[in-house]
């Protein structure tokens, strides 16, 4: 089963700043399978980035997605108020598993 | 777009069998590829419990495979998802959520079943 492990676990910043979120997995995976998702409290996971890159319907173009092999990041290029959440990414693999990263939680300093 | 409900009971008692329903509103369940349930237990992670095809062809989580059991009734355009032998370990938000590609897109708005007697 492949692993992945975000980082920093907690991320304190202002808004206005760059927030840049690690998630590396254990082995090498295809882009097309890690996507990155937002949970607010008491929310339900939204879908913000598939594939590695693609914004999903409705994403704002502040947040963005890169890497490949085994390490991704998501940069939210300037932060809103809004944006203080848990960022979670997850991997698909074959046959069929999906599994999430352990989260990253963005907090207002 | 579509829309998802989960319903089920919120209490279940330990050794006995979770059962939750999800409804699909907004088109028609055989045209979604794949519909998964994802539970969160408090103040916790995401965990993906598996996925079933509207073929009834369904893939399971390793960790659950041997106690999780996911239908789909293309007649009442909706899916269930059954845990036998459950225990507090298996309190959490039971969510259901339609793929997209290989990530869930849409999801239900997520319904807390609690394990206890």
């Known amino acids: 089963e492949i692993v992945l492990t975000q980082s920093p676990g907690t991320l304190f910043l202002s808004p206005g700043e760059r927030a840049t979120l690690s998630c590396r997995a254990s082995?090498?995976?295809?882009?097309?399978?890690l996507a990155w998702y937002q949970q607010k409290p008491g929310q339900v996971p939204r879908l913000l980035i598939y594939?590695?890159?693609s914004r999903a319907t409705g994403i704002p173009d502040r947040f963005s997605g890169s890497g490949s092999g085994t390490d991704f990041t998501l940069t939210i290029s300037t932060l809103e108020p809004e944006d203080f959440a848990v960022y979670y990414c997850q991997q698909y693999s074959s046959p069929a598993l999906y599994t999430f990263g352990q989260g990253t939680k963005l907090q207002i300093k | 777009q579509v829309q998802l409900q989960e319903s089920g009971p919120g209490l279940v008692k330990p050794s006995e069998t979770l059962s939750l329903t999800c409804a699909v509103s907004g088109g028609s369940i055989s045209t979604i590829n794949y519909l998964s349930w994802v539970r969160q237990p408090p103040g916790k992670g995401l965990e993906w419990i598996g996925q079933?095809?509207?073929?009834?062809?369904?893939n399971y989580n390793p960790s659950l495979k041997s106690r999780v059991t996911i239908l789909v009734d293309k007649s009442r355009n909706q899916f269930s998802l059954r845990l036998s032998s459950v225990t507090a370990a298996d309190t959490a938000i039971y969510y259901c959520?339609?793929?997209?590609?290989?990530?869930?897109?849409?999801w239900g708005q997520g319904t807390l079943v609690t394990v206890s007697s």
């Open positions: 959520a339609k793929n997209g590609g290989y990530n869930q897109d849409y």
């Open positions: 079933i095809h509207h073929s009834g062809s369904a």
């Open positions: 082995q090498s995976i295809s882009s097309t399978y």
């Open positions: 594939g590695a890159s």
